[in-house]
């Protein structure tokens, strides 16, 4: 008798995932079938901790550099001064004095920015600037009133933000969430995703309640025909 085919890792994967019809029911933050590894793109293996050295060197980074401005109360200059001048001494005296010990100097990579990597950085860029100031004329012209309070709750909550901590410590605070809370929806997806559905069921209940007795009474200019080519 032939002996059973063993499992390759990608069936295993299939068969251990939610069947498709399973993952399309109910609310998901991530949509239907769309795992938060593919969410993340190409930051998925350093914020899942799938390469753990690059992960904890990032968290570990973070940490040191909070550490030195927070609590050692080093400012941004005077460390990259200092960092400078030691690195630059210590490379100058050794390459130096690989004339007398008769050894070879230190091999120091030469470091450019490519011109595509430039290129691409400016793109996408350009491309992030675009949709946010698309969005804002939007909201400006009035034609979203879901985006309007959506944007203004959250530059509410950046406002309370910044005044409990200062633009360093959010940062280090939003390395660690985002080192922490992907793994853990990754983890706990399912749950999550219940519960997140009985709320956004409940707010769009709410949302309904506010537009029928508020929203719906307000008067609003009426919308300009588009030209016609």
């Given at each position: 008798m032939a002996a059973p085919a063993e499992e390759t890792p990608a069936?295993?994967?299939?068969?251990?995932?939610?069947?498709?019809?399973?993952?399309?029911?109910?609310?998901?933050?991530?949509?239907?079938?769309?795992?938060?590894?593919?969410?993340?793109?190409?930051?998925?293996?350093?914020?899942?901790?799938?390469?753990k050295k690059t992960s904890a060197s990032v968290v570990g980074g973070a940490t040191i550099l909070w550490v030195l401005f927070e609590i050692v109360e080093y400012h941004l200059l005077t460390l990259v001064s200092h960092v400078l001048i030691v690195a630059l001494t210590i490379l100058f005296l050794w390459s130096n004095a690989t004339v007398f010990i008769k050894k070879s100097p230190p091999d120091v990579p030469e470091v450019q920015i490519s011109e595509d990597l430039a290129v691409n950085?400016?793109?996408?860029?350009r491309a992030d600037i675009n949709k946010a100031l698309a969005l804002l004329r939007e909201i400006a012209l009035?034609?979203?009133?879901?985006?309007?309070?959506?944007?203004?709750?959250?530059?509410?909550?950046?406002?309370?933000?910044?005044?409990?901590?200062?633009?360093?410590?959010?940062?280090?605070?939003?390395?660690?969430?985002?080192?922490?809370?992907?793994?853990?929806?990754?983890?706990?997806?399912?749950?999550?995703?219940?519960?997140?559905?009985?709320a956004h069921s409940e707010l769009c209940k709410q949302y309904r309640v506010l537009d029928a007795k508020v929203l719906s009474k307000i008067p609003r200019a009426p919308p300009k025909d588009k030209k016609q080519n």
């Open positions: 069936a295993k994967d299939t068969a251990s995932s939610p069947p498709a019809a399973a993952r399309s029911r109910g609310f998901w933050f991530l949509g239907e079938d769309k795992s938060v590894h593919k969410a993340l793109g190409g930051a998925a293996d350093v914020l899942l901790w799938k390469d950085i400016a793109l996408a860029l009035g034609h979203n009133l879901m985006k309007f309070l959506g944007v203004i709750v959250a530059l509410w909550i950046l406002s309370e933000i910044g005044e409990l901590c200062d633009l360093l410590r959010f940062m280090y605070i939003a390395v660690l969430i985002l080192h922490t809370v992907p793994i853990l929806y990754h983890k706990y997806q399912d749950q999550v995703d219940e519960f997140a559905a009985k």
